[in-house]
């Protein structure tokens, strides 16, 4: 079986590199940094509709990916908390650990994807009604794609 490629990611090496405590001092830390990328990458991937993303990334989502990159960059293992005095640590659950979308990351998605919450949309209708029973409007899902039609009743004359 062979392997899909990766896609490229949505930010550079050189945009996360500009990042505040984002210090990639070896070929190896590049390396992670670059995969991490590709994840977060991934992740806005899953939530916003490809044709958002071309010809150019939008600089929201460039800000993002870097975010969730450089969380997983300086704190490569996922720790939550740390104190000095009486040396104690503590893991973050799985959530907080690699990369990961804050809310507020999700709730700028969904505002560049137009996908705040219900909205109503005219449409067009027949000038005389027919027989053929309801009318089914597609709906676009969550991925973007055409998801299961959505019957629409016409009011009664």
């Known amino acids: 079986m062979t392997e899909a490629a990766e896609p490229d990611p949505l930010a550079t090496l050189t945009q996360l590199k500009a990042r505040p405590g984002i210090a990639l001092t070896s070929p190896d830390a590049e390396a992670r940094a670059l995969t991490?990328?590709?994840d977060a990458s991934n992740l806005v991937r899953a939530e916003?509709?490809?044709a958002l993303l071309t010809p150019t990334v939008p600089p929201a989502v460039v800000t993002?990916?870097?975010?969730?990159?450089?969380?997983?960059?300086?704190n490569p293992e996922g720790?939550?908390?740390?104190?000095a005095g009486q040396y104690?640590?503590?893991?973050?659950?799985?959530?907080?650990?690699?990369?990961?979308?804050?809310d507020h990351d999700h709730k700028v998605l969904r505002r560049l994807a137009r996908r705040s919450g219900l909205r109503?949309?005219?449409t067009p209708y027949a000038a005389e009604p027919d027989d053929r029973g309801p009318v089914t409007l597609p709906v676009l899902g969550p991925?973007?794609?055409l998801a299961e039609p959505f019957p629409w009743e016409e009011p009664p004359p």
């Not at 720790?79 to 104190?83: A, D, F, K």
């Not at 104690?88 to 804050?102: E, H, I, K, N, Q």
């Open 36 to 38: 991490a990328l590709v």
């Open 48 to 50: 916003l509709p490809p």
């Open 64 to 74: 993002i990916v870097c975010q969730a990159a450089g969380r997983a960059v300086r």
């Open 79 to 83: 720790y939550s908390s740390e104190t």
């Open 88 to 102: 104690t640590y503590r893991y973050g659950d799985d959530a907080t650990s690699g990369v990961y979308l804050t």
């Open 120 to 122: 109503s949309v005219r």
């Open 143 to 145: 991925d973007g794609q």
